[in-house]
């Protein structure tokens, strides 16, 4: 079975046979191929994977990750259905709203600054935390 395609026929799906990916990704994963520009929208019913930019105004709401593989400057909602498991990566995180299942946070005021490093958001004792991301053994979880 195939999800809706709400992605402007970005849709792409490729097979998981064993071994690690099958551990970052399931069927319900989508990669979209394209910059959301302000006033587009993605709703997901899995994991979605942007390779391109959420520029302001450019909105993704997923049940579980949101992978952004360039600047995430848009609103983003991972967790939707309430999955405080979910999280968000990105190369460079500066929303104007982000959220992981009920709870917001937003970029702070003037906070153009600092190396641009890949950074996750994610749940930690119940609050929105943003870190850089780290590969590799010495990752946290």
Do not use: C
């Amino acid at each position: 079975m195939v999800a809706p395609d709400w992605t402007g026929g970005n849709l792409v799906q490729f097979p998981v046979k064993g071994g690690e990916p099958e551990e970052m990704m399931d069927d319900n994963t989508v990669l979209v191929q394209r910059t959301l520009r302000s006033g587009q929208s993605i709703y997901f019913d899995g994991n979605v994977v942007i390779v391109g930019d959420i520029n302001p105004g450019g909105e993704v709401v997923a049940t579980g990750n949101v992978v952004v593989m360039g600047y995430l400057r848009g609103v983003v909602h991972a967790g939707a259905g309430g999955n405080e498991k979910a999280a968000v990566y990105a190369f460079r995180m500066r929303p104007t709203q982000l959220r992981i299942a009920n709870h917001i946070t937003r970029a702070p005021d003037g906070d153009d600054g600092g190396p641009i490093v890949p950074e996750i958001a994610r749940i930690k004792d119940g609050t929105v935390v943003i870190e850089t991301f780290s590969a590799g053994p010495e990752r946290q979880t």
